[in-house]
């Protein structure tokens, strides 16, 4: 969104394709580090995008892009899902990112009775729930973890490390719950249940130890996968996480196919609302400066 409100502050006729608005953010619950807000709901912020994004009557079609083809004039025809063909001088891809899964035996079979990977969308259905597992130790998990003590009895922390990748504050917020049990150097071996979710089987990846837990859910939040396939398609450098090589002014490989945010192979590490703004902001600087050569040279 950033992107587009950019593009349309250069005067560039601009549409927004996309089938999730807000990527990421649209999983979260309360946002606390965007500056201006101390705190605000993750969805109210997404409004206010999509209000200032509105200010400039920029198209937004719900869809997705699912290949795109140079002409011979050198601009780029579109092709979405549901079969609009677009003409543009530029692209910039910013699909962002998809939850890893676990991969694991009853993780497939379980989605939608117990096992999740957004707890803000399904917190609430553990209302009084004796215990729910969440398995990750960056921000997203102790994010989860912390809205599942608002609702389950007990909320089990599962890690792989004896350390968190989470800020130091979403760390001691979820201990300071006193509701939250800390499984660490343990993997997840097996989602079990019937009709639902009862439970999992984790191994200690130190002592080899095979230990059950029941659980009436499971959150897995740990990390994210480039969503990159219109990439691929089109012959863009990835990295070998997979994520689109771009360079400081968000360009790629291609000519007038830029990108930004979370599928860019910039701080992988540290993918952050501001970051994928400002990400977002140069794209649509580089690809008015793309435009505007172009024009110069013909």
């Known amino acids: 969104m950033a992107a587009g409100i950019y593009c349309a502050r250069y005067m560039l006729s601009t549409v927004l394709i996309g089938d999730v608005l807000g990527g990421q953010v649209s999983k979260a619950n309360i946002v606390e580090n965007y500056p201006g807000f101390a705190s605000i709901k993750a969805s109210e912020l997404i409004d206010r995008f999509t209000s200032h994004l509105s200010r400039y009557n920029i198209p937004i079609i719900n869809d997705r892009v699912d290949n795109a083809v140079r002409k011979d004039n050198g601009d780029l025809e579109l092709t979405t899902r549901k079969g609009y063909k677009i003409r543009s001088s530029a692209l910039i891809i910013a699909t962002g990112a998809k939850d ?128 990159n396939e219109l990439a691929k398609k089109l012959g863009v450098n990835l990295d070998e996480k997979g994520y689109i090589v771009v360079s400081p002014y968000m360009e790629t490989n291609i000519d007038g196919v830029f990108a930004a945010g979370d599928v860019t192979n910039l701080w992988v590490n540290f993918k952050q609302i501001i970051t994928s703004a400002a990400q977002g902001a140069i794209a649509a600087y580089s690809a008015y400066r793309y435009i505007m050569n172009k024009k110069k040279d013909k």
């Open 100 to 227: 890893k899964e676990l991969g694991v035996p009853g993780e497939k079979e379980f989605v939608g009775r117990g096992v999740s990977y957004c707890s803000t969308c399904d917190a609430a259905f553990f209302y009084g729930a004796n215990n729910v597992v969440v398995v990750g130790g960056g921000d997203t998990a102790f994010e989860s973890a912390y809205l599942l003590t608002q609702y389950a009895k007990k909320v089990t922390l599962v890690h792989r490390r004896s350390e968190f990748r989470a800020q130091p504050i979403l760390v001691q917020r979820v201990r300071e719950t006193g509701k939250v049990e800390f499984v660490l150097n343990a993997v997840v071996k097996e989602i079990y249940g019937d009709e639902k979710v009862k439970g999992i089987i984790v191994q200690n990846v130190v002592t080899g130890e095979i230990t059950n837990i029941p659980a009436e859910g499971v959150f897995i939040n740990i990390g994210y996968e480039p969503e």
